[in-house]
C-alpha cells in the first residue's frame, strides 16, 4: 500500500498548487470563486459543477490567463515529462536517440536523462527522404546505434514504413497511449495533449502515474490530472481525455499511485 507519509506529501503538494492557483492564476480565481470547487473547497458552500475540474478545450481558449500574475509561458508542451516516465517503460540504454513520432510537438523533450538525445518528427513529413530527422535516424541505426520511437500506433507505423526494412526491425517502438486507450503492455507510455506525459506500463502490469510531477483524481468530470511543478501556463484539474471515467488506486507490489479504467 502507498505509505501514509507518502499520501500525506502527494496530497500535500497538490493543495499548495491549488491555493496559489487561486491566489495568482486568473483563471482559476475567477472559475473558483463563483463556480466552485471541492478537496478542497475555497469558497464555504460552492463545489462546483464538476468539483472544480476543466475540460481541455476551454484551456485552450484562455492560456493567457493561465499564466500567474508574475508572469511566464503561455505554452502548452506535448512532450513534457517524457524524460520521468521513460526509464519504467523502458529503460533506454545510454546513447540512446529519443524520436518523438508527434505532429504537434515543436520541440524535443527537454527532460530526458542523460546521456539520451532526443528529436521530434511530425509523421506528415516522414515521406520525405531528405528530412533531417529522418537522415538521423537511419545514420544511427546504421551504426547500430539503440534508437526508442515514442508514438501512437500508426504514427510508429508511418516511421517503420519510411525505414529500409532492415534498419526498421533494429527500431525500438514505446506506444503512446491516451487514457482511453489503456491496455495490457507489455510497454506503454500515459500521454494526453495538453498535459503531456503522465505516466507508464511497469512490469507490474499497471500504469503508474508520475507522482513527483502529476496528481491525479477522480470528479463529477473524470479523471483530473495536476501538473504539480509546472510553473506556467498553470494547469490544475484538468480533464484527461475531455472526461474519461477512470480510477486512482494504490499499485499491491510497488506501493505507488496507479491508474485504470
Do not use: I
Not at 500504469?207 to 470528479?219: E, P, Q
Request: glycine share 10%; proline share 8%; hydrophobic share 40%.
Amino acid at each position: 500500500m502507498l505509505s501514509r507519509s507518502a499520501a500525506v506529501r502527494w496530497r500535500r503538494a497538490y493543495r499548495r498548487v491549488v491555493r496559489s492557483a487561486f491566489d495568482t492564476v486568473p483563471f482559476y480565481r475567477e472559475r473558483w470563486a463563483l463556480d466552485g470547487r471541492t478537496d478542497p473547497t475555497l469558497v464555504p458552500g460552492r463545489t462546483g459543477a464538476l468539483d472544480g475540474a476543466t475540460d481541455p478545450e476551454t484551456l485552450r481558449r484562455t492560456v493567457v490567463d493561465l499564466v500567474p500574475l508574475s508572469g511566464g509561458s503561455t505554452r502548452f508542451d506535448p512532450v513534457r515529462g517524457l524524460g520521468r516516465v521513460l526509464p519504467r517503460a523502458r529503460g533506454p540504454r545510454a546513447g540512446t536517440l529519443v524520436v518523438v513520432v508527434d505532429g504537434h510537438a515543436c520541440a524535443p523533450p527537454a527532460d530526458l536523462p542523460r546521456g539520451l538525445r532526443g528529436c521530434v518528427v511530425d509523421p506528415d513529413f516522414l515521406g520525405d527522404p531528405d528530412s533531417a530527422v529522418l537522415v538521423e535516424v537511419t545514420n544511427a541505426l546504421h551504426r547500430g546505434a539503440p534508437v526508442l520511437a515514442v508514438g501512437g500506433d500508426k504514427e510508429l507505423a508511418r516511421l517503420s514504413a519510411a525505414l529500409p526494412e532492415s534498419l526498421a526491425r533494429r527500431l525500438d517502438r514505446l506506444p503512446r497511449r491516451t487514457l482511453s486507450e489503456l491496455d495490457a503492455g507489455p510497454y506503454g507510455v500515459l500521454h494526453d495533449p495538453l498535459l503531456g506525459y503522465l505516466g507508464a506500463f511497469g512490469e507490474c502490469g499497471r500504469w503508474h502515474l508520475d507522482t513527483r510531477n502529476v496528481y491525479a483524481r477522480s470528479t463529477k468530470g473524470g479523471l483530473a490530472v495536476t501538473l504539480l511543478t509546472q510553473r506556467s501556463p498553470v494547469l490544475v484539474d484538468v480533464l484527461v481525455d475531455g472526461g474519461v471515467r477512470a480510477s486512482v488506486d494504490t499499485c499491491p507490489r510497488h506501493g505507488t499511485p496507479v491508474v485504470s479504467l
